[in-house]
DNA sequence: CGGACGTAAATTGTCTGACAATTTGAACAG
DNA sequence: CTGTTCAAATTGTCAGACAATTTACGTCCG
């Protein structure tokens, strides 16, 4: 199962880890010990510091010179920034959207993809996650620039990192549809203000939303003084517990 | 000379490559033996491959695998798509840092800068470059977002990649001059608004200047077809030449 | 002469094991 | 308790080995 063409080792330990990170299998500000990762995983040291310069250069790790690697922890200031930015580019993302599409197949594309999206059991939790992800990505991709989804990618990624245990409710998910629809329409219509503006509403609800789930829960709140600094600590004891079941 | 601390190996190998990158010690397309360049700088195969994953992570390097590594080369459109973002989030620095000029010690971190940049002589094409430079990442600073620096920084370098020959006639640096003092008046005074339109419209004429050059020199312009793919080719001969001149 | 083909060389990708530098944990002393 | 010392664990770097893969080049055939 794990048998790959040579020179996929890298990539292949670089999405293990990723996938790792963005379930959840490796807490923010957890430690990750190559030698072990390297043991349980099955390649060698050398193909994970690679795979680990290149997460660290992505932001999924902080790799600190003689301490190691540990998955990156962010704090509210820095989740506040990443919406912003997310709240710029995909604004503009909408209205290029917006303005483009009656070019090519655009129009079909995004019908196609309204379609599915359209008419969602909004009980259903995983149909939303997967749909939500398919709306903003197929809208992105039609604004046409090559590098938007790359710098985007990286920018949700850690937001959901923080967001893969936010529990949205069932009235939340509602209010998100509602303004996909808002967008949507604005987009097919070909109003590249109102799509912009419509956009910027929706990604700045999502970034109030997560701070008030964040605020809420007891793990992660409040702590902005002192447990910003230990993410290198927790050390395993001596022998070789089980650390991160597998 | 070449003394640093254990675990910063990687680091200076970096720093090294993205330099020679950047100074145009090595060209676009050019393609990047790792034994050799092993041998030349005084570091392990393995160091540089780390080295590398970060170099390909920030777009500086293309890393295929079985073949090698090339410094990145971009396409007219893929440039045209970077000066679209650069002038969405230096547009958007400019908005913020119009915002935020009478917020802590801005407004005097901005004239400290504006003092020295506003009087240049236009002639002097070193300092022009310095203090440009200097002018718009202090504006991006202002904006207070943490991670725009960075973001800008990674957009910046490849397009100055191509820019390194752009060689600015006296009339375009005191165009550029007025631009930058526009937008300066704006920020001092306090108005997001005719900051970030005179930004834009400043990042949009350097687009227009950088395609400008690009077609009218002979080495670059009008490849799009063909002279986009081979970017790995370019072998040495049997022996040992001696490649890149130290 | 030109192109298909096959072989040899060069290069890449991965792994192993070694070693010094550095950090970390814990015992110890005051 | 607080600071010091020491041993263990971990990291960072390196050299060398090897298979996989690409590339260069010479040969053969039309």
Chains 1, 2 share one sequence.
Do not use: C
Request: hydrophobic content about 40%; charged content about 30%; aromatic content about 6%.
């Amino acid at each position: 199962m794990d048998e790959h063409r040579h020179g996929e080792a890298v990539d292949f330990v670089f999405e293990t880890i990723r996938q790792g990170i963005l379930t959840g299998r490796f807490a923010p500000g957890q430690r990750l010990v190559i030698r072990d990762l390297a043991e349980e995983i099955g390649y060698s040291r050398s193909t994970f510091r690679e795979a680990f310069r290149r997460l660290a250069a992505e932001k999924l790790v902080s790799l600190v010179p003689n301490r190691g690697v540990a998955v990156q922890r962010l704090t509210p200031r820095e989740m506040a920034d990443l919406f912003e930015i997310r709240e710029l580019l995909e604004g503009h993302a909408a209205r290029r959207a917006a303005e483009r599409i009656d070019q090519g197949d655009h129009r079909r594309r995004f019908l196609a993809m309204w379609e599915k999206v359209r008419r969602d059991d909004p009980a259903d939790r995983a149909a939303f996650i997967e749909h939500n992800q398919l709306f903003h990505s197929t809208i992105v991709e039609l604004a046409g620039n090559t590098r938007l989804p790359e710098m985007l990618g990286q920018l949700q990624l850690p937001i959901l990192m923080f967001q893969w245990r936010t529990i949205m409710t069932r009235r939340e998910t509602e209010t998100s549809q509602a303004e996909h629809e808002t967008i949507a329409k604005a987009i097919l219509e070909g109003r590249p203000d109102q799509a912009e503006s419509a956009m910027r509403r929706h990604v700045q609800r999502a970034k109030r939303r997560t701070f008030d789930t964040l605020a809420g829960s007891p793990g992660s709140a409040g702590n902005d003084a002192k447990s910003a600094r230990p993410a290198l600590s927790t050390r395993r004891a001596g022998h070789r517990p089980s650390r991160t079941a597998r």
